[in-house]
């Protein structure tokens, strides 16, 4: 029935809203256009950081499409304090969906922002639709359609990176279709 591409922004200069894409970033979302370039579009929604957005501009210009900005594609908060321990604070997380830091989100939390735009683009019947976020609460989404993604998937993410979610009847399947070199 249709496809939802689901993709990591470019390489960033940092981890803030407004952080830009680097040089080798800017490289990178020329490769994504050309990537999607001759793909059938229907809408692209992005996070509002500046790197989901500069990430997928290009690809709209090229479309004619406008990138609608979501804020629930903004990537997760895992805490709010300063967290020296984020790597395994972060695994933590994986394994209890439940599991929240200070001023954080849990993982069923932000799991459930991301499905409800997932949704809601099922819905709209459009049969090809991009998804522009951030590799935290990608991999959170990826786990939702495939068990086994979990923590180890999140580490071997790229910037950028992208997959479909098939979506057929009563049936979904992701596949990865473009990974950084």
């Not at 200069?13 to 229907?42: C, H, V, W, Y």
Request: hydrophobic share 40%.
């Amino acid at each position: 029935m249709g496809k939802i591409y689901i993709v990591r922004h470019c390489e960033a200069e940092g981890q803030g809203p407004d952080a830009k894409l680097t040089e080798n970033g800017m490289i990178q979302r020329e490769a994504l256009t050309e990537f999607f370039s001759k793909m059938p579009i229907d809408q692209i929604i992005s996070s509002p950081f500046t790197r989901a957005i500069q990430s997928i501009e290009p690809l709209g210009q090229i479309k004619n499409l406008e990138v609608k900005v979501d804020e629930r594609l903004v990537e997760r908060t895992l805490s709010t304090g300063n967290l020296p321990d984020w790597f395994e604070k972060l695994r933590e997380t994986f394994g209890d969906d439940h599991l929240k830091f200070e001023g954080g989100e849990s993982s069923k939390e932000a799991t459930e922002r991301i499905v409800a735009v997932v949704e809601e683009v099922i819905e709209s019947n459009r049969k090809q639709t991009i998804l522009v976020t951030h590799g935290n609460l990608m991999a959170l989404l990826l786990t939702k359609y495939d068990e086994y993604f979990g923590f180890e998937g999140w580490k071997n993410l790229t910037n950028p990176d992208v997959f479909a979610l098939h979506i057929e009847e009563a049936d979904m399947h992701l596949e990865r279709i473009w990974r950084a070199e």
